[in-house]
């Protein structure tokens, strides 16, 4: 039994002491695994400080890099000498198959919303033609509403195509026949045009990147061999590829 209470003794958790109230402005006290947290993070930066200062003392102040001269400062602001030209690509047969993959994704994604919206206006813009509506005095004008002169839905008014009838809107769900259904309908609409245009820009730009990597390649197939070096006859802007003019050539 003594055993087992000696045992117990030496089992006790050691606990640190907290901030006396008398020093409590000065906030927690510092315990033994914080200190080693700190003491960790400022060994590591001693020693990153110590690798620096034997590589700075160990530097050649006559080597000579690229960078030297590719850069510079130009009040006070760090620049680049970056050399003008059209398109700078590793591998170009790998990137023009890659691009060319997907201006293909691109033009089928564009191809399936124009089959769904089945328009190629677009609906964020104002219509350009107006619908005048014609009735017998100015009374009755006042009085009348265009949705019942026209039979359709007030929320249908501002459609200039595909405004359905109150018949045909009869013959729907009871979900389409909801004005805030409807004016959520437009709203995706809108937004799927919306997509529709960007995808559109987004091809066009892939469509140019392809352009300029044909050329790429053709002028570095060209290049092996000896053959008279093609005429540039426009060159390439950020909306259009470069335009060469190759020498004729008689086949045998």
């Known amino acids: 039994m003594a055993s087992l209470r000696n ?11 907290h901030q006396p109230l008398g020093r409590s402005h000065l906030g927690p006290l510092e315990k033994k695994k914080d200190y080693r947290v700190r003491a960790k993070d400022q060994n590591e930066k001693k020693k990153a400080l110590s690798t620096l200062r034997k ?23 760090h620049y680049e000498n970056v050399k003008d030209e059209e398109l700078v690509v590793g591998d170009v047969m790998q990137d023009l198959v890659y691009v060319t993959h997907r201006r293909n994704v691109e033009r089928k ?22 619908h005048i509506l014609f009735v017998d005095d100015e009374k009755e004008a006042k009085k009348a509403s265009p949705a019942k002169l026209l039979d359709t839905h007030p929320a249908l008014l501002g459609r200039t195509f595909n405004r359905l009838r109150s018949s045909q809107l009869a013959s729907l769900p009871d979900q ?16 799927a045009y919306k997509e529709l245009a960007q995808r559109i820009e987004r091809e066009d730009k ?47």
Do not use: C
């Not at 045992?7 to 002491?17: D, F, I, L, N, W």
């Not at 061999?225 to 060159?235: A, C």
């Open 176 to 191: 389409l026949t909801d004005a805030t259904a409807l004016e959520n309908m437009s709203k995706g609409k809108k937004k």
């Open 55 to 77: 590589r700075a003392l160990n530097k050649n102040p006559d080597e000579f890099h690229f960078h030297m001269i590719n850069s510079g400062l130009k009040n006070g602001i």
């Open 206 to 252: 892939l469509r140019i990147m392809q352009e300029k990597l044909e050329v790429r390649k053709k002028l570095m197939e060209n290049k092996g061999k000896n053959k008279e070096k093609p005429q540039l006859v426009q060159p390439g802007t950020s909306t259009s590829a470069p335009v060469y003019k190759w020498p004729q050539v008689r086949k045998k």
């Open 109 to 130: 994604k564009i191809e399936k919303l124009k089959a769904q919206l089945h328009l190629l206006d677009n609906v964020e813009e104002k219509p350009k033609n107006s």
């Open 7 to 17: 045992a117990h003794k030496t089992q006790r958790t050691h606990r640190e002491r």
